[in-house]
């Protein structure tokens, strides 16, 4: 059994045979994938199934391999709820398009960071779990992330999901979409006519200064300042992809590279230390 | 005039809670007395907060009478940020005094690229 990581996920999309009628999605032996890594092949596959690729994913049987992980994909039996908090996520569920059972799609909306922030500190809060930084820092995380897919990407839903890791203690959260991307924001101002002929990497850096991403506007342009910034004070790192590249924030340090595939959008993830 | 933030808006996150709040803030000034402005009845600020509602008040001359108090050394912090990001003059009261808030700059990140694939960790 192999698992995906970000480290692979790319040269795993890049072996999707994409000229087939019917592309091959093995998963058969896949025996882990991690947040990150599902949010963008999940992406992968609406990217172009809307393009009209209809893809055949091959799982293992059920009960071997991430088959049941696939085919249940419910929040609450990944973060070890309490039977009060698995009723009220499924409350949300009835009750809101953007519950956190799930992966889940988020829709576009002026109010749905908020909304999502919300919920996310009501499960680690009923979960009896907190992230460094406490709530207002998720609060702060979750709100600026969503909100930045709401205003830059162009696209009506993204995906997002949280995970709990309690032998690593962190708690991840990916979001993703397969809509403009940071390049193409950016090339939307002149300002910034030179990233043409530059790598997404730039595009990815310069996105995280403030400022930036505002289209010349007098407003705009710190969200993903604020959420490096205030990732990077929880002790957290923050991973983003965007068209072939990727950027790694951790520490005092910023790593850029290819992420072995290009998709369109902006995928990431933010590891949070837990308390 | 003093007044609590929670007077102005339900809700510290987002550029669309920072717009109510400045529109509320508009529609209970009388153009001429100073405000004071307690920020410590909401936990979260997020950055795109601050900055919509401060830049539209230093757009229409409200900052400079205004005075924001609080203890938080977060949300002191997110005032410096603001404040370095905007280069604007945002002050706030402590201890009966009022002090022009320090402008906090970014954190400094060694960049390097990798022609590998992407890491789980840095270090």
Known sequence: LISLYRSNIGAFCADVDLTSERPVVDLSNVGWIDPFPLIYLGLFLRYHNKRGKYFKVRKAPYGHGISNYLARMRFCERFNFSAEAIKRERLHHLESSTSLNDVVDIESSEDVGEEVARLVVEVLLEAGHSVRGGHAALDVIVDELVDNFARHSQESLAAFMMQWFPSKRYVSLALGDCGLGMKSTLLRNSDYEHLAESCDAEAITLSLQPLVSCRGSALGGTGLTDVKETVLACGGSLFLASGSDYAMIQGDQIRTGHMGFTLPGVQLEARLPTV | ?123
């Open chain 2, 1 to 123: 005039m003093r007044l609590r933030i929670e007077r102005l808006v339900s809700a510290t996150l987002g550029r669309k809670r920072g717009r109510e709040a400045y529109e509320a803030l508009l529609a209970i000034d009388d153009g001429q007395s100073d405000l004071v402005i307690s920020l410590d009845g909401s936990e979260a600020y997020s950055l795109s907060f601050l900055d919509e509602f401060l830049v539209r008040m230093n757009e229409n001359h409200l900052l400079r009478r205004t005075t924001f108090e609080t203890d938080s050394p977060l949300h002191i912090k997110k005032l410096g940020r603001a404040s370095e990001i905007r280069n604007v003059t945002i002050r706030r009261s402590i201890d009966g005094r009022t002090e022009v808030v320090t402008p906090v700059p970014g954190p400094t990140l060694v960049e390097t690229s990798s022609s590998g694939p992407p890491p789980e960790d840095i270090n």
